[in-house]
Each structure stands twice: as C-alpha cells, then as structure tokens.
C-alpha cells in the first residue's frame, strides 16, 4: 500500500529554495488533489539565519544543519538548491545514499557529475531529477529525455542563458555598447555582481551538456563543448546584422553528424530575423530542436526566477508524488546510453561574418580574395563602408566552410600590412 505522504526537505533558503518554500506552503491542496499524496514540508535547512528567516516558515520547520534533513527518516525527498559544487555535490550523495530522492536546480553539479549521481541514485533505488537545471521554468529536460524520446534529435538551438539575452536584446534595441548595458543590467539586479559565469557562456555551456545528454543520449563532457561569450559584441556589428536582416544571439548548439559524433558549442551567432529565435527577447530562454519524427519544435519561456524555477522543481516532486501513489518510483532519466564523440571545433561548417579595417587603396579586395581563395573558403557577399581618413570598414561574408579554414585565412589576412585590424568575427546561422 502505497503511503499517502511525501516528506520534503529544502536544502538552500536562497531566492530559488525560498520559491520551493512558498509554492510548496501556498498550494499543498492542489498537490494532494493532484498526486493523492500529502507533500509535506519538513524542513528548510540554511547557513544564514537571515535566509532562513525570510522563508517566514516556523522556527521548528528551520534548521542550520543539512543533517537535519538527511537524517529525518520521514523525508523522502531532498530538494537541493544552494549551487556550486561544494558542499552540493556531497549532500546530494549523502541524500542519494540514505534513500531518498533529490530534486536538484543545480546545472553545475549536474553538467559535472550528472552520470556519477544518477548511478548512485540507480544503486539506492531512488531518483534524482533535474528538471530547473537547465531553462529554469521551461520543461525542457522532461521533453527532450521523456516525451519526445523518440526521436533522433539533427539539432539543438537554445538561448539558455537569460541575463545574456536581456544584455543583446538591449543592444539590439538601444544600439548600446556591451560595457553600459552590462552595467545598467547590474544595477536593476539582472545581471549577477560577478558576471563571468553568464557573459563569458559557461552557464549556457552546463546548460548545453545538460541539454545534449537528453537529446543526444550521450554523456558528453562539458569541457568539450567550444565556448564563446559576449565581450567582443559590439554596437557597430549588431547594427549591421540588423541592416542584412539578423539578430545576435547567444546560442548553445547541438548538431548530430552522420557518423555519430555530435557538434556541441556555444558562442555568438548571427540569427536570420526570420528564425523562431530570433524573436526571444530580453530574459527568456527558448529551446528550439529538429527530431527525426516530431520535426521542429521549440520551448519557450522564463529560464531563470524564483517562481518559474520553483515550478519546475515542485513539477518535479509532482511527478514523484504520483509514482509514490501508484506504489512505484518515478521514471529514471537517463545521462546518456550511448559513447558519442564531440566534434572537434576546427571541422565544424557554418557561415562567416568578418569585419575588417583596412587601409583605401588599390589591390586590398584583391590581396583578401586571394588569401581566402587559397584557403577554399568562398565570399557571399561584400560590403564597404564607413570610410575614415585612415582606413575603411570591409564588412564580409562568407559561404559555409569549416572553421579551422577559414580561421586560417583570417589569421593570413590579419598580416596584410593593408589590414588595420581584424575587428570582429561573428558566426551567422545555418
Ligand atoms: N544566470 C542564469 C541566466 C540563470 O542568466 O540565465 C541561472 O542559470
């Protein structure tokens, strides 16, 4: 007989585990009607008394200790939300080893030790779920590894970090520079004090592995994957993108080859107007992928928050409710079946953009034909503009080539003593 109650602890009283508290307090009948299940909060668990206090939960539902939680026999869930990997990633397993099941938000700990854990939790006869990992609110871990498991995923396009595309969609808007823009997101609270994790895309990256190991059902190693953030954008290209019909983003991307290997990187791309993408705006995420039987599909919505991220997390522990009611456990998300290698990133094909500075004379068009020519690497479309008395702007694009290629014929290029500067390289979307 199934037992009729589910225990919850919360380990973290931050801006998420704060948002577990209140929906788990606000809408407890709902759940009880929805699972069967009494899902009761046990305890919240904080280092700081000042958090602990702001849940506005009764002292005897607080405790300072994560043992606290882990060693309450009437918790069968432990829901982990303070970050990082240390002390995470062994409270976790202490959670896993004692029986009971972890709902985690914790892209790091997951893009690192995902298959570790989900062993552990295999071994113990419990499951660990991950569903505010990756996109916050949006249930994209439950669609890519569950619903639409069906398929053989060709791609994976995401926008999955939020404070970047609040940053670009200024940008994009405003024709403001990176550095003015990051400093007013800061101000009004959207972009973190220490921004590197965000701008620099090693938030998008965890994310990515996270997200890749759904779609292409293989562990890959978040090392592998290729990444670029958004420093270098400037005001200057995101204009001309504009002029030529695209948007910058920052994207995490996925590709299937044909011989098994998968493409895995996340950097700036240029994103033709007319692409779903484009139109995500501000802080929201969007997951858009290509499946062999399902076609095009995309996911869109708030990547980041306490209340969207505490909906996932709760959806989680829904979903372990209802198993629980049923008299089983929930369905084991898997990190991966399969060995797939990552596509080293100098074989990777796609479309150029290149901004140039170079000096107004005869035999420059020339001197850059050539080189890229000799490189195999084909010329779309060429635009001169805005001459200076020193140098003029040469804005180029490219065919589809591969990078390692066309790097190569930049880096020829950037010798020319005709070339004042190599100012920008952005990648366009094929
Ligand atoms: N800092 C992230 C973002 C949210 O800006 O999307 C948490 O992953």
């Not at 403001?176 to 990051?182: G, I, N, Q, T």
């Not at 090693?202 to 592995?209: E, F, G, R, S, V």
């Not at 270098?232 to 948007?247: P, W």
Request: hydrophobic share 45%.
């Amino acid at each position: 007989m199934a037992s009729a109650k589910l225990g919850v602890g919360v380990i973290g009283c931050g801006t998420v585990g704060g948002g577990v508290v209140k929906l788990l307090v606000a809408e407890q009948a709902q759940l009880r009607r929805k699972t069967g299940v009494t899902v009761e909060l046990r305890k919240a668990v904080d280092t700081d008394a000042a958090k602990r206090s702001a849940t506005g939960l009764p002292p005897a539902l607080l405790a300072e200790d994560a043992n606290a939680v882990l060693a309450d026999p009437e918790i069968g869930v432990v829901v982990e939300v303070i970050g990082g990997v240390n002390p995470a990633r062994s409270l976790v397993e202490g959670a896993l080893a004692a029986g009971k099941h972890v709902v985690t938000a914790n892209k790091e700990l997951v893009a690192k030790h995902g298959p570790e854990l989900l062993a552990l939790a295999r071994k113990h006869g419990v499951t660990l779920h991950f569903e505010a990992s990756s996109c916050g609110g949006i249930p994209v871990i439950h669609a890519l590894g569950q619903s639409l498991a069906a398929n053989r995923f060709e791609t994976l396009l995401g926008i999955v970090n939020g404070t970047t595309n609040f940053i670009l969609t200024k940008m994009h808007r405003e024709g403001a520079e990176f550095a003015e823009v990051l400093a007013e997101a800061q101000r009004l609270g959207y972009a973190e004090a220490d921004p590197t994790a965000d701008v620099d895309g090693h938030d998008a990256a965890y994310k990515l592995a996270i997200l890749a190991a759904m779609a292409f059902d293989s562990h890959f190693d978040y090392r592998d994957i290729h990444t670029e953030g958004i420093r270098n954008i400037s005001a200057r290209d995101i204009a001309i993108a504009k002029d030529y019909g695209y948007v910058v983003k920052l994207l995490a991307i996925g590709a299937a080859h044909a011989d098994g290997r998968v493409e895995l990187r996340v950097h700036p791309v240029l994103v033709p107007e007319e692409h779903p993408l484009a139109a995500v705006s501000d802080a929201f995420n969007a997951v858009f992928a290509r499946g062999n039987y399902v076609g095009d599909v995309m996911l869109y919505g708030r990547g980041a928050g306490q209340l969207p991220t505490a909906s996932a997390i709760v959806g989680d522990i829904i979903d372990l409710a209802m198993h629980q009611a049923q008299g089983g456990t929930s369905p084991r998300m898997n990190f991966g079946t399969q060995a797939k290698a990552v596509v080293p990133m100098g074989e990777v094909r796609t479309q150029y953009y290149l901004r140039l500075d170079v000096k107004d004379r005869p035999g420059v068009l020339a001197a850059i034909a050539r080189i890229f020519g000799d490189c195999g690497v084909s010329i779309s479309a060429v635009k001169q503009a805005a001459a200076t008395t020193e140098s003029v702007e040469l804005v180029i694009f490219t065919h589809e080539v591969g990078e390692a290629a066309f790097q190569k014929a930049v880096a020829g290029i950037g010798k020319l003593d005709v070339v004042v500067g190599v100012r920008a390289i952005i990648r366009a979307h094929v």
